[in-house]
């Protein structure tokens, strides 16, 4: 699955964010440049030029998080899936259930929510450091 994620993110982000002066790989990204990424069909979390709303965020939770206040289940991210959907923003579709997919298949705890915190730490970037020290732990 990374090496999947990997090639699909990279391909379809780096030439998005890569500067037209840019001499390295077309796979590259370029986090100065990553609100050019930004799709259709998202939470709105980001705004145009990148910068995280705090406000839209939480009203993921606020709109979507029916059963457990402060996480997801699958059936609460298909509903806010196609809540967000944009007619005809095939691309945004594919782009959003596929970060959405990903993140609750990596980030649902035993009972199958998909908690706040784990969502913002993939927003904040810190996700992947908590589940490795999660894995860590778990090991001893």
Do not use: C
């Not at 699909?8 to 998005?16: D, K, M, P, Q, V």
């Not at 450091?129 to 894995?135: A, G, P, R």
């Amino acid at each position: 699955m990374s090496s999947f994620s990997a090639a699909f993110i990279n391909g379809a982000l780096g030439s998005t964010t890569r500067p037209e002066n840019a001499t390295s790989s077309h796979l590259d990204i370029y986090i100065e440049n990553i609100y050019k990424g930004i799709h259709g069909s998202d939470s709105g979390s980001y705004d145009a030029e990148g910068r995280f709303v705090p406000e839209k965020f939480d009203e993921i939770f606020a709109k979507h998080a029916k059963t457990v206040p402060d996480a997801l289940t699958s059936d609460e991210i298909d509903a806010l899936l196609v809540a967000n959907r944009v007619p005809g923003d095939y691309k945004g579709w594919v782009g959003a259930t596929s970060e959405w997919k990903i993140l609750y298949s990596l980030g649902k705890d035993k009972d199958g929510l998909l908690r706040k915190d784990v969502v913002r730490g993939a927003y904040d970037g810190s996700l992947f450091h908590q589940l490795v020290q999660e894995k860590g732990s778990g090991d001893k």
